[in-house]
């Protein structure tokens, strides 16, 4: 039985400042609707991470 799901992520770093990291990452997600991820309440989604380092 094969179950035709997919999973895919991006991410985006930007360190051009002194001790400031900012992060962008995208996860897409797909499946049928009785498969693992097709149960998976969010089919995207979007983070954004701001880290100051002193």
């Not at 991006?10 to 962008?24: D, K, P, S, V």
């Not at 049928?32 to 309440?41: M, N």
């Amino acid at each position: 039985m094969l179950k035709k799901i997919l999973m895919k992520s991006a991410e985006l770093l930007y360190t051009a400042i002194i001790n400031l990291e900012l992060r962008l990452k995208t996860s897409f997600i797909s499946g049928k609707r009785l498969s693992e991820y097709g149960e998976k309440q969010n089919d995207y989604k979007v983070e954004l991470r701001a880290r100051y380092y002193f």
